[in-house]
């Protein structure tokens, strides 16, 4: 799975290249299907643009982007064309109208609009793919998995506590979501040692260590590396888990598919990503049922 970044969470991280651009090199060169969350808010991406990105990867490379996953976006992503950045309510109500319209031009509609952040007139995509992805919802909350699942085919997250897991699995399962996919991002940050895992989680993804309040409303990677700047090293195990040993990402991934989820994207935060694999293949792909 991609996310669609602008900017790094940090400026240690350095980098953010355009994920629609790196989606088509890295489907022409692999067999792999793919999934990304993406942002309809008007920001960026006006629906219509957004739709005709996904709608031309999906033709060029077949059921291979299976899904998308839409959010209400972030400042550190968004505010940056210079639109202002709403509150969580606007955000919300914008997230719906571009799933509603998205949803109509990867289905070979016509579609015009008068909403007042996303007029649309006459838009329609003369590439239509045969089979469209998916259109889930991103959430981090009970109360965001409540609104997507009335909407979304499925539901993305993130790793957190078992219970705090199951309540969000829940919210959006009993408010229309029931039979839908559910899909995970599960960080990790491997190293050989614990202690080398650590410094890579504080060095690489000390941003998730930020309030839960603050992650769509910091504008820049600056302020979040402010944001996290009383954080040690030693404590990033209570914000991440540090990984040594195969057993220990086994479990979690246990525990995550206990919850119900039908995918598991594991997330290495460290940068020895040849050493991450390497240990992937030799102690948990083999293992796995």
């Given at each position: 799975?991609?996310s ?14 355009n ?25 960026r ?24 996953a ?25 997230l ?72 969000v ?75 040594t ?36 293949a ?8």
């Amino acid at each position: 799975m991609t996310s669609d970044h602008l900017a790094p969470w940090s400026k240690r991280q350095g980098n953010s290249g355009n994920n629609w651009a790196w989606l088509g090199a890295a489907m022409a060169k692999t067999s792999l299907p793919f999934g990304s969350l993406a942002i309809p808010g008007g920001w960026r991406y006006h629906p219509v643009v957004l739709a005709h990105l996904v709608a031309t990867l999906s033709e060029m490379f077949p059921e291979r982007l299976r899904w998308i996953a839409l959010g209400s976006g972030e400042a550190l992503n968004e505010n940056a064309v210079g639109r202002g950045w709403p509150d969580k309510a606007e955000r919300n109500e914008r997230l719906e109208a571009g799933y509603e319209m998205m949803r109509a031009l990867l289905a070979g509609e016509t579609v015009n609009s008068d909403h007042p952040h996303l007029k649309t007139e006459e838009a329609k995509l003369w590439s239509p793919p045969n089979i469209p992805p998916l259109v889930s919802g991103a959430a981090l909350t009970e109360k965001t998995a409540t609104c997507l699942g009335k909407w979304a085919d499925g539901l993305v997250t993130v790793r957190k506590p078992v219970n705090e897991l199951r309540r969000v699995v829940e919210a959006f399962r009993s408010s229309g979501g029931a039979g839908k996919p559910l899909a995970l991002q599960l960080q990790v940050s491997w190293a050989p040692t614990v202690d080398d895992a650590g410094m890579a989680a504080w060095y690489e993804w000390r941003n998730t260590a930020v309030k839960p309040n603050l992650l769509a409303e910091l504008k820049t990677p600056a302020e979040f590396d402010a944001a996290s700047c009383d954080v040690t090293p030693e404590e990033m195990d209570e914000f991440i888990p540090l990984i040594t040993r195969g057993n220990e990402l086994l479990d979690l991934i246990g525990e995550c598919a206990s919850c119900g989820f039908d995918e598991i994207y594991i997330h290495n935060v460290s940068r020895n990503q040849f050493g991450f694999m390497n240990f992937m293949a030799k102690e948990v792909f083999g293992k796995l049922n």
